[in-house]
């Protein structure tokens, strides 16, 4: 082999030693201390920026926690505020209208009652009336306890009850009495 070859083995590995020494120089006295230099200002920038960033971090947090009690502080107040705004509207306005309903609106207010009364009145009397006009069957027999009828049954409990309610009708306004039709058995000649 020639690689192992004592004669030319000794100027090979002279050879050898002078390029990985020289090389090895280069890079200890030029590249080496360039990039030590790069990595100590690259590690100082990195602490400089965790520490910042952890200030930052620290300095975002107490500031979202003052903005945020400013916030609720100003909430209360405000809530506040409107509550008492409010009590004070509400009752100004019912001191008002209560001071309005006993002077101005006394006799307005009395009218009103009366007439519900009288249109309260009217409506009774229109319920019997209509109580007196229904048709056998009807839930006004069912309430009464009397079952429906049918056939000639139902239409002379009609005719009798209906005659009975304009009887009463007339009586109470005119106070006479109403004799019920009979049927004469009597032929005339």
């Avoid at 903005?67 to 509400?90: H, P």
């Avoid at 009979?182 to 005339?188: D, G, I, P, V």
């Amino acid at each position: 082999m020639p690689q192992l070859d004592k004669v030319t083995f000794l100027s090979q590995f002279v050879w050898l030693c002078f390029f990985f020494f020289s090389f090895y120089l280069t890079l200890v006295k030029h590249f080496l201390p360039k990039m030590s230099r790069l990595l100590k200002l690259r590690q100082r920038k990195m602490n400089a920026s965790q520490e910042g960033s952890l200030l930052t971090v620290q300095e975002t947090n107490t500031l979202h926690q003052t903005s945020d009690n400013l916030i609720l502080n100003g909430i209360k107040v405000s809530r506040s505020y409107f509550s008492t705004a409010y009590q004070s509207t509400s009752d100004w306005v019912s001191s008002v209208v209560e001071t309005t309903n006993q002077t101005a609106f006394k006799p307005l207010n009395e009218a009103y009652i009366a007439s519900l009364r009288k249109s309260q009145d009217d409506h009774g009397f229109l319920w019997l009336d209509l109580n007196t006009l229904l048709a056998p069957g009807s839930r006004t027999y069912l309430q009464n306890g009397v079952p429906p009828l049918s056939g000639l049954k139902q239409e002379a409990l009609f005719t009798s009850l209906m005659i009975k309610g304009l009887q009463k009708s007339k009586l109470s306004s005119k106070g006479t009495s109403l004799k019920s039709p009979t049927r004469s058995t009597k032929k005339k000649a």
